[in-house]
Protein backbone atom coordinates (compact mmCIF):
# COMPACT_ATOMS: atom_id res chain seq x y z
CA UNK A 1 0.00 0.00 0.00
CA UNK A 2 0.90 3.43 -0.83
CA UNK A 3 1.79 5.83 2.16
CA UNK A 4 -0.79 8.53 2.35
CA UNK A 5 1.07 12.31 2.44
CA UNK A 6 -0.75 15.13 3.95
CA UNK A 7 -1.48 18.22 2.55
CA UNK A 8 -1.66 17.23 -1.16
CA UNK A 9 -0.64 21.27 -2.46
CA UNK A 10 0.57 24.23 -0.35
CA UNK A 11 1.74 27.50 -1.25
CA UNK A 12 4.12 29.63 0.99
CA UNK A 13 5.41 33.31 0.95
CA UNK A 14 9.24 32.99 1.30
CA UNK A 15 10.45 32.66 4.71
CA UNK A 16 7.42 30.66 5.73
CA UNK A 17 7.32 27.36 7.62
CA UNK A 18 5.63 23.93 6.15
CA UNK A 19 4.73 20.53 7.41
CA UNK A 20 4.71 17.50 5.43
CA UNK A 21 2.93 14.36 6.97
CA UNK A 22 3.45 10.85 5.50
CA UNK A 23 1.39 8.01 6.88
CA UNK A 24 2.02 4.78 6.50
CA UNK A 25 -0.71 1.70 7.13
CA UNK A 26 2.65 -0.99 7.56
CA UNK A 27 5.31 -0.82 10.00
CA UNK A 28 8.13 1.28 8.72
CA UNK A 29 11.78 -0.06 8.89
CA UNK A 30 12.50 3.65 7.37
CA UNK A 31 11.71 6.66 5.90
CA UNK A 32 13.44 8.27 2.92
CA UNK A 33 12.73 11.99 1.75
CA UNK A 34 12.90 12.85 -1.79
CA UNK A 35 12.34 16.32 -3.77
CA UNK A 36 10.82 16.28 -7.21
CA UNK A 37 11.14 19.65 -9.42
CA UNK A 38 9.06 19.29 -12.63
CA UNK A 39 10.95 17.22 -15.00
CA UNK A 40 13.65 16.39 -13.17
CA UNK A 41 14.81 13.54 -11.32
CA UNK A 42 13.76 12.69 -7.26
CA UNK A 43 16.77 14.07 -5.46
CA UNK A 44 17.28 12.47 -2.23
CA UNK A 45 16.93 15.09 1.10
CA UNK A 46 17.00 12.39 4.35
CA UNK A 47 16.36 9.16 5.44
CA UNK A 48 15.25 8.19 8.96
CA UNK A 49 15.48 4.74 10.58
CA UNK A 50 14.02 3.00 13.59
CA UNK A 51 16.33 4.17 16.80
CA UNK A 52 16.23 7.29 15.65
CA UNK A 53 19.63 7.90 13.17
CA UNK A 54 19.17 10.44 10.41
CA UNK A 55 21.25 11.15 7.42
CA UNK A 56 20.67 14.16 5.40
CA UNK A 57 20.15 17.72 4.37
CA UNK A 58 21.32 20.32 7.29
CA UNK A 59 18.20 22.51 6.58
CA UNK A 60 15.71 20.16 6.68
CA UNK A 61 14.46 18.06 9.69
CA UNK A 62 12.16 15.47 10.13
CA UNK A 63 10.56 13.10 12.31
CA UNK A 64 9.62 9.57 12.67
CA UNK A 65 7.20 8.28 14.86
CA UNK A 66 7.71 4.19 14.64
CA UNK A 67 4.22 3.70 16.78
CA UNK A 68 2.36 5.77 14.46
CA UNK A 69 3.95 4.58 11.44
CA UNK A 70 4.12 8.14 10.32
CA UNK A 71 6.91 10.66 9.52
CA UNK A 72 6.80 14.30 9.09
CA UNK A 73 9.25 16.83 7.27
CA UNK A 74 9.90 20.20 8.71
CA UNK A 75 10.93 23.49 6.24
CA UNK A 76 11.86 26.32 8.15
CA UNK A 77 12.43 29.67 6.67
CA UNK A 78 11.54 27.74 2.70
CA UNK A 79 13.49 29.35 0.55
CA UNK A 80 12.50 29.59 -3.74
CA UNK A 81 14.19 26.51 -4.22
CA UNK A 82 12.48 25.03 -1.91
CA UNK A 83 9.55 23.98 -4.74
CA UNK A 84 8.92 20.98 -6.02
CA UNK A 85 7.05 17.67 -4.61
CA UNK A 86 8.21 16.37 -2.04
CA UNK A 87 7.65 11.93 -1.72
CA UNK A 88 7.99 10.00 1.19
CA UNK A 89 8.95 6.23 0.45
CA UNK A 90 9.30 3.69 2.57
CA UNK A 91 11.98 0.87 1.94
CA UNK A 92 12.22 -2.59 2.01
CA UNK A 93 14.34 -2.99 -0.76
CA UNK A 94 12.67 -1.01 -2.81
CA UNK A 95 11.24 2.26 -1.95
CA UNK A 96 7.44 2.60 -2.32
CA UNK A 97 6.93 6.21 -2.83
CA UNK A 98 3.83 8.27 -0.92
CA UNK A 99 1.17 9.83 -2.68
CA UNK A 100 3.59 13.17 -2.70
CA UNK A 101 2.98 17.21 -1.49
CA UNK A 102 3.44 20.03 -3.94
CA UNK A 103 5.02 23.20 -2.56
CA UNK A 104 5.09 26.24 -4.22
CA UNK A 105 7.16 28.89 -2.82
CA UNK A 106 6.06 32.78 -4.12
CA UNK A 107 8.03 35.69 -3.67
CA UNK B 1 31.54 10.17 -9.06
CA UNK B 2 29.59 11.19 -12.22
CA UNK B 3 26.22 10.18 -11.02
CA UNK B 4 23.61 7.90 -12.40
CA UNK B 5 23.70 8.36 -16.00
CA UNK B 6 20.44 7.34 -18.29
CA UNK B 7 20.15 6.80 -21.95
CA UNK B 8 18.57 7.82 -24.03
CA UNK B 9 17.14 10.58 -22.60
CA UNK B 10 13.89 11.07 -24.83
CA UNK B 11 12.42 7.53 -26.73
CA UNK B 12 9.48 7.68 -29.63
CA UNK B 13 8.02 5.12 -30.90
CA UNK B 14 5.80 3.34 -32.62
CA UNK B 15 3.36 0.66 -30.85
CA UNK B 16 4.14 -2.67 -31.15
CA UNK B 17 7.77 -2.10 -31.48
CA UNK B 18 10.76 -3.08 -28.85
CA UNK B 19 12.43 -0.32 -27.38
CA UNK B 20 15.92 -1.47 -24.84
CA UNK B 21 17.30 1.35 -21.96
CA UNK B 22 20.28 1.54 -20.50
CA UNK B 23 21.20 2.61 -16.91
CA UNK B 24 24.90 3.31 -15.12
CA UNK B 25 24.87 3.50 -11.67
CA UNK B 26 27.40 5.90 -9.62
CA UNK B 27 30.80 3.09 -9.80
CA UNK B 28 30.31 1.85 -6.25
CA UNK B 29 26.84 0.70 -5.90
CA UNK B 30 25.88 -2.74 -5.91
CA UNK B 31 22.38 -1.91 -6.05
CA UNK B 32 20.25 -0.67 -8.80
CA UNK B 33 16.26 -0.35 -9.21
CA UNK B 34 14.03 0.81 -11.96
CA UNK B 35 11.20 2.51 -11.68
CA UNK B 36 8.43 3.83 -13.99
CA UNK B 37 6.72 7.26 -12.91
CA UNK B 38 3.65 9.18 -14.91
CA UNK B 39 2.36 12.23 -14.86
CA UNK B 40 1.34 13.94 -11.53
CA UNK B 41 2.62 10.29 -9.96
CA UNK B 42 5.06 9.14 -7.55
CA UNK B 43 7.29 6.86 -8.91
CA UNK B 44 6.62 3.36 -9.18
CA UNK B 45 8.86 0.77 -8.47
CA UNK B 46 9.58 -1.80 -11.15
CA UNK B 47 12.55 -4.48 -10.71
CA UNK B 48 15.79 -3.89 -8.52
CA UNK B 49 19.40 -5.70 -8.95
CA UNK B 50 21.80 -6.53 -5.63
CA UNK B 51 25.27 -6.82 -8.38
CA UNK B 52 23.75 -8.69 -11.33
CA UNK B 53 21.39 -11.09 -8.93
CA UNK B 54 17.74 -9.53 -9.64
CA UNK B 55 16.06 -9.65 -6.15
CA UNK B 56 12.83 -8.72 -7.01
CA UNK B 57 10.14 -7.70 -9.85
CA UNK B 58 7.04 -5.83 -9.20
CA UNK B 59 3.80 -7.47 -10.70
CA UNK B 60 3.63 -4.54 -13.02
CA UNK B 61 6.78 -5.87 -14.71
CA UNK B 62 4.50 -7.75 -17.59
CA UNK B 63 6.22 -10.40 -19.00
CA UNK B 64 6.79 -8.01 -21.88
CA UNK B 65 9.06 -6.09 -19.40
CA UNK B 66 12.89 -7.59 -19.15
CA UNK B 67 15.49 -5.97 -16.99
CA UNK B 68 19.52 -7.22 -16.77
CA UNK B 69 22.45 -6.74 -15.27
CA UNK B 70 24.98 -8.86 -16.59
CA UNK B 71 28.35 -8.06 -15.13
CA UNK B 72 26.74 -6.31 -11.95
CA UNK B 73 27.50 -2.83 -13.94
CA UNK B 74 25.03 -1.12 -16.13
CA UNK B 75 21.77 -2.53 -16.46
CA UNK B 76 19.05 -2.82 -19.47
CA UNK B 77 15.40 -2.27 -19.22
CA UNK B 78 13.83 -4.04 -22.23
CA UNK B 79 9.97 -3.44 -23.12
CA UNK B 80 8.70 -5.78 -25.94
CA UNK B 81 5.81 -4.84 -28.33
CA UNK B 82 5.04 -1.66 -26.74
CA UNK B 83 1.38 -0.45 -25.98
CA UNK B 84 0.82 3.65 -25.24
CA UNK B 85 0.13 2.48 -21.83
CA UNK B 86 3.98 2.13 -21.52
CA UNK B 87 4.31 6.15 -22.35
CA UNK B 88 5.97 7.05 -19.15
CA UNK B 89 9.28 8.27 -17.55
CA UNK B 90 11.40 5.37 -16.91
CA UNK B 91 13.82 6.44 -14.01
CA UNK B 92 16.49 4.67 -12.97
CA UNK B 93 18.82 4.22 -9.34
CA UNK B 94 21.62 3.17 -7.58
CA UNK B 95 22.90 2.36 -3.57
CA UNK B 96 25.13 0.93 -1.89
CA UNK B 97 23.84 -1.82 0.57
CA UNK B 98 26.54 -1.64 3.05
CA UNK B 99 25.66 0.01 6.98
CA UNK B 100 22.21 0.85 7.97
CA UNK B 101 21.16 3.79 5.09
CA UNK B 102 20.38 2.74 1.44
CA UNK B 103 19.61 6.34 0.22
CA UNK B 104 18.86 5.89 -3.62
CA UNK B 105 20.29 8.31 -6.16
CA UNK B 106 18.51 8.92 -8.92
CA UNK B 107 19.39 9.36 -12.77
CA UNK B 108 17.83 12.18 -15.10
CA UNK B 109 15.39 9.19 -16.59
CA UNK B 110 13.93 8.25 -19.92
CA UNK B 111 11.05 9.51 -21.50
CA UNK B 112 9.29 6.73 -23.74
CA UNK B 113 6.46 8.03 -25.65
CA UNK B 114 4.51 5.46 -27.72
CA UNK B 115 2.19 6.39 -30.65
Known amino acids: QQPVQSPQAVILREGEDAVINCSSS?????VHWYRQKHGEAPVFLMILLKGGEQKGHEKISASFNEKKQQSSLYLTASQLSYSGTYFCGTEIGKLTFGTGTRLTIIP | DTGVSQNPRHKITKRGQNVTFRCDPISEHNRLYWYRQTLGQGPEFLTYFQNEAQLEKSRLLSDRFSAERPKGSFSTLEIQRTEQGDSAMYLC?????????????FGPGTRLTVT
Open chain 2, 93 to 105: ASSNSGGTTYEQY
Open chain 1, 26 to 30: KALYS
